[in-house]
């Protein structure tokens, strides 16, 4: 399952990241790797963003972004 398909307040874990190249490279300097918690705090109204918590790091994610990343409980 991928991020997006979780509700507010859902603690995951990162599987693996399915993004290419810069967005990898931005998401491995955010803290979001495998076998990173992530919480999500919320989305936006549309779902277009998500906004989650890795470590102490409060970050929003648009929906194309959070769609590469593969997530479980």
Known sequence: MYLMNFPVNSSVKVMKLHADGPLKQRFMSMGIMKGAEIKILAYSATHSTVEIRVG???LA???EEAETIEVAE
């Open 56 to 58: 102490k790091m409060q």
């Open 61 to 63: 994610l648009r929906k």
